[in-house]
């Protein structure tokens, strides 16, 4: 099977796998050979390039594939250039220069960011209004990134709607750190996609990735978007962050789907024992060996999950 016909879950694994190998000139060979098919994730692939490079023993050589790629129109935030892989790079001079580079379009970037919103209506003929997946992405992220786990509910008479972030981290990837500014934006797409009378205003749910998880569980669990459920891919929940649904909360069952090694399992577990003490129906999925990741098999799963709150059509 060529990488055309594989998901950037499977890559991710499989470069994950040979990187703890040790196995970096594999790692590296299989990242070259992902950039035309993911263009998704340029950045993010250009950066595992550069930082397997740098595994291998050559500096000057990952710091060329930097400014090749930011020769060609992309740029990295803060945070991506602030990763502690990329440390050996910050002794060479023209590494300041890239950072300069970088800076300045993230700066400018961000004067012209705005809340975005990507909506796939169902494959079938059924006329409107339809079931509605609001899905938030994690940080770091965007909607096109993890497109492929929420797409197939297309074929399912469910549409699909994807906001974007405003908040800019890196080339084409937003995340979600400013929660209020957050949920005002997801808000307001909602206030938007209901005037276009397409939206099934009784079979509405809400799901995430990480952080996008969290957010999607305070608007529903609040009542700000009227959600008879809730999909939760590893949210991101602290300690001291007491969720509990509130009055305008209209959630009648709640899916978590969190990794065995996630580091937020232990308060994300603790926090649904809150919600079921508080009379709210939430079913867990621990999935063994898995991190802070989407399960492998979730876009096979997402049509059952979804069927607890819309049956499917007979055949």
Known sequence: MSLHDRSFGWLRSQVLELYHQQDYARARDLTEEALPFFPEHWSTLVLWRAILTLRLGSPEEALAILEEAIGQGLWFGPAQLGDEDLAPLRSLPAFAALEQTCQERYAEAQTRSHPGILVLEPDNLVPPPYPTLFALHGNQSSPLAELEYWQPIMAHRWQVALPCSSQLVGYGLASWNDE????????????????WKRIDLQHVVLAGFSRGARIALRLALEGRIPAIGFIAICPALEASQILLPQDACQVRLGFVLLGEHDQCAPTTLAAIERLRAA???????????LGHFYPPTFSEELPALLAHFVPPAPQ
């Open 180 to 195: 209020v500014r957050a949920m005002d934006e997801v808000c307001t797409h909602w206030e938007q996609q209901q005037r």
């Open 279 to 289: 009379g709210l129906a939430c079913e867990v999925k621990l999935y063994p060996g």
